[in-house]
């Protein structure tokens, strides 16, 4: 099965940017989609963003659109996922995974100050 490993969290303050990625084990072409989630403490885990396998097509969660951008590079088994401007309510534990769904990785832990 291929595993995911998230990464490049870690702590801003509010009005910072981050990247974070996600490296799969095994080629993510064949993920039609690739996505990106996010859980905050005592909430839901929510949709952040998605990318189509070619990344000709990409859909993002209202709350963070226009500061949020998901790419991806193929050739190197990686999702991206760019976040500007960053706020407090963004605070949460990242995840990736894909369509069909793959094990979920450990998450990447992004802490904004304000």
């Known amino acids: 099965q291929v595993q995911l490993v998230e990464s490049g969290g870690g702590l801003v303050q509010a009005g910072g940017s981050l990247r974070l990625s996600c490296a799969a084990s095994?080629?993510?072409?064949?993920?039609?989609?690739m996505d990106w989630y996010r859980q905050a403490p005592g909430k839901q885990h929510e949709f952040v963003a998605s990318?189509?396998?070619?990344?000709?097509?990409?859909n993002y969660a209202d709350f963070v659109k226009g500061r949020f951008t998901i790419s991806r590079d193929n050739a190197k088994n990686t999702v991206y996922l760019q976040m500007n401007s960053l706020k407090p309510e963004d605070a949460a534990v990242y995840y990736c995974?894909?369509?069909?769904?793959?094990?979920w990785g450990q998450g990447t832990q992004v802490t904004v100050s304000s």
């Open positions: 995974n894909g369509r069909p769904v793959a094990p």
């Open positions: 095994r080629n993510i072409f064949r993920f039609t989609f």
């Open positions: 990318i189509s396998s070619g990344g000709g097509s990409t």
